[in-house]
């Protein structure tokens, strides 16, 4: 079965620090994604970073960036320069690229929920 | 980023009555839709996935005849809560997505109250 672990529940870091969500994850495939969702007060699902299985290169977006570790099965994100908008729910979440299959379903984490403090 | 609607962002109804979900995807084509139910303080999970023109695949434990999903265009799915009851209560979440390559966006959500 695939799976998706966030092993963090809660986190919180102080603005303008830098805090890494953890996530892994358990797949028998070898061509997939994984993505970073946040989901603010609002609980408008946001996406944060996505990275290709195939690609080495770690995803950057903006402070975003990701820590991908195929063979160990890790996909951390980190966050630069946290900002109080960075309050929110952290989902990681996976899909395999296998389209006749599981038609490429999300399957996520339970989340972690950062905190941002002044 | 590719933008998702989803109307009403709220609504409560009485116990018994049938409540409709519209979900729209604005600015591309969605091949494919998926419906999410999300309990406070939890994750997402999935309910179904529906592809347009074809019936809606549901996931396990998930009624078909309670909740009915329609994907009858490539911009919209519409699901349908009959005869809703108080357990159904819940905030409903859409997403869409143009092709099995593509990232899923999610629409705002829908807080659906039943008295």
């Known amino acids: 079965a695939q799976t998706v672990t966030q092993s963090q529940p809660e986190m919180s870091v102080q603005e303008a620090e830098t805090v890494t969500l953890s996530c892994t994850y358990d797949?028998?495939?070898?061509?997939?994604?994984l993505f970073w969702y946040k989901q603010p007060p609002s609980r408008q699902m946001i996406l944060v970073i996505r990275?290709?299985?195939?690609?080495?290169q770690n995803a950057t977006e903006n402070r975003f960036s990701v820590n991908f570790q195929k063979a160990a099965k890790s996909f951390s994100l980190k966050i630069s320069d946290s900002q109080l908008g960075d309050t929110a729910m952290y989902f990681c979440?996976?899909?395999?690229?296998?389209?006749?299959?599981?038609?490429?379903?999300?399957?996520f984490g339970k989340g972690t929920k950062l905190s941002v403090k002044p | 980023g590719a933008v998702v609607s989803q109307h009403p962002s709220w609504v409560i109804c009485k116990s018994g009555t049938s409540v409709k979900i519209e979900c729209r995807s604005l600015?591309?084509?969605?091949?494919?839709m998926f419906w999410y139910r999300q309990f406070p303080k939890q994750s997402l999970m999935l309910m179904a996935t529906?592809?347009?023109?074809?019936?809606?695949?549901?996931e396990q434990g998930v009624e078909k005849d309670k909740f009915l999903i329609n994907h009858a265009s490539l911009t919209l799915s519409t699901l349908t809560v009959t005869s809703a009851h108080p357990e159904d209560s819940s905030f409903y979440i859409c997403?869409?997505?143009?092709?099995?390559?593509?990232?899923?966006?999610f629409g705002p959500g829908t807080r659906l109250t039943v008295l």
């Open positions: 990275q290709e299985a195939y690609k080495q």
């Open positions: 529906s592809n347009e023109g074809s019936k809606a695949t549901y």
């Open positions: 600015d591309f084509q969605a091949t494919t």
């Open positions: 797949t028998s495939e070898n061509n997939y994604y």
């Open positions: 979440a996976f899909t395999t690229t296998n389209y006749g299959g599981s038609q490429g379903n999300l399957i």
């Open positions: 997403s869409a997505r143009g092709d099995y390559r593509d990232t899923q966006y």
